[in-house]
């Protein structure tokens, strides 16, 4: 009688939530024919089978880059039922915030079928001076200096109250400002963007760039915005502001042109970086099929080094706060050169924490290159290239001069994660955090899930359930 063999390898066991109900429950990561899938079962909605990774191998690195997580100086919520719910941070929580998000606005000038915030023209609603201050104290009672801070919406720009928020945020011990925007006002408002440029160092504008075709930008913002983003980019660029493009990738739509906004990106004097962010399904998400839109980090990964020379295989590493949904590269951007770094980072420095060092030894030739194209601050003879914090999986970047803010190049692929692939073991890792109007700090991927709008409504009976032992887990 022939064996009966399972035709997966089981890898480990977590607990998730069910996409329909949202109640936890418990779920397998198997391998399947190179794949890395999770499985689970819903006792009312049936089973699950949702792609994590298309690759197995890099999934498997992954795994090991892991190092201890850095806490917050306060906790801001018990625990009381149990990650997810709970969030606000727990004591439960694995990491501080690398990122703090302060929305500001639900309004927007672009009313986007795929917006996690469901913003849109039709919401009025803008916190006040007062509110946002608040916000931003808890961060900094939380963190002490923290690391980026994001003024976003809705669309910030709008706010009325703007330069008011940019001059609080300044005034407070915040280490790199940035402003999340679809540009449309830096792209009409030349004095705009000078005003915006005084506010460097330190501050970064983060501008939606999410493809060069026409049919695309209007299944994904509900408007042509290729003249909007040439002319945002030419007054950037006039002005040297410290810009991330950002691209929300839809599978089959603009995950192609990946290669092409890489290439793009590299020739732009103020773009210090491209950050790659896959469909989240949460908010609105028009025209979104799970079965075939969503895109896994490994399968952005890989359209970065099948679509572009800029980086090889070692130079695309997991962020090891978070490796689960974070990948970065770094690079140095030298006139018509673009020479990748992450790959020179040796192995057992990499989950060392806030410092790096970038050795040369290997590559006798590139460190020649390097240093004859930099001043004589440094010696032709200098061992080693030491950058601060390269391993942050944000912009925060500080390098010794002669290598200035300017000469860097980022990739980072940031996978938020929703009901179908919500990992718990990865949640608590979760380093990109939204601050709530009452001020506690909670992970991206669970605001949007849980507590956004009046989703907490249907989180308290889910909270009720757990208290009364009928609630999953």
Not at 213 to 233: H, K, N, P, S, Y
Not at 372 to 397: E, G, R, V, Y
Not at 429 to 435: D, G, T
Request: with cysteine.
């Amino acid at each position: 009688m022939p064996e009966k063999v399972r035709p997966y390898l089981f890898l480990d066991l977590t607990n998730s939530i069910c996409s329909t109900c949202y109640r936890k429950v418990e779920a397998k990561i198997v391998a399947e024919d190179g794949k890395v899938y999770m499985l689970k079962t819903c006792m009312r909605h049936g089973r699950e089978k949702v792609l994590l990774s298309s690759d197995l191998a890099y999934y498997q690195r992954s795994r090991a880059f892991i190092k201890p997580g850095e806490m917050p100086l306060r906790w801001n919520t018990p625990i009381r039922y149990g990650c997810p719910y709970d969030c606000g941070l727990c004591p439960d929580h694995e990491q501080h915030s690398c990122l703090s998000i302060i929305e500001v606005t639900d309004r927007c000038n672009l009313q986007c079928p795929i917006c996690y915030a469901d913003s849109s023209p039709h919401r009025e609603a803008y916190r006040s001076l007062e509110q946002i201050e608040f916000m931003m104290d808890a961060v900094v009672a939380n963190e002490g200096e923290p690391d980026v801070m994001q003024i976003s919406g809705g669309e910030p720009t709008l706010h009325p109250d703007f330069f008011a928020i940019l001059d609080a945020a300044k005034e407070r011990p915040i280490k790199h400002l940035m402003v999340n925007t679809n540009g449309i006002r830096i792209s009409q408002d030349r004095e705009f963007v000078q005003r915006l440029a005084s506010y460097m160092p330190g501050f970064e504008i983060y501008l939606q760039f999410d493809s060069f075709e026409r049919d695309t930008l209007m299944e994904l913002r509900g408007a042509d915005l290729r003249e909007v983003r040439r002319r945002a980019i030419e007054h950037l660029n006039e002005f040297n502001l410290s810009t991330t493009l950002v691209v929300t990738l839809k599978k089959g739509r603009n995950d192609r042109e990946i290669g092409d906004i890489l290439k793009y990106a590299v020739r732009q004097r103020a773009v210090r970086g491209v950050t790659f962010q896959p469909i989240q399904e949460a908010g609105r998400t028009e025209d979104f099929s799970a079965g075939t839109d969503r895109l896994t980090l490994s399968e952005v990964r890989q359209g970065i080094l099948d679509q572009s020379d800029l980086f090889a295989e070692d130079d695309l590493l997991p962020v090891p706060c978070h490796p689960d949904c974070l990948a970065m590269g770094y690079a140095l951007k030298l006139g018509d050169d673009v020479i990748p770094l992450t790959g020179l980072i040796p192995p057992e420095t990499l989950l060392e924490g806030t410092r790096s060092t970038i050795v040369f030894e290997q590559d006798p030739e590139l460190k020649k290159r390097l240093f004859s194209l930099f001043s004589t601050a440094h010696s032709p003879d200098s061992s080693a290239l030491s950058l601060k914090q390269l391993l942050c999986c944000l912009p925060l970047l500080q390098v010794p001069e002669p290598i200035s803010y300017d000469n860097v190049f980022r990739v980072i692929i940031m996978k938020f994660m929703d009901a179908r692939d919500l990992d718990v073991r990865s949640v608590k890792k979760s380093c990109v955090h939204i601050v709530h109007p009452d001020g506690r700090i909670i992970p991206f991927d669970t605001y949007n899930l849980f507590y956004r709008d009046g989703k907490e409504a249907e989180l308290e009976r889910l909270r009720l359930e757990i208290s009364a032992g009928r609630g999953g887990l």
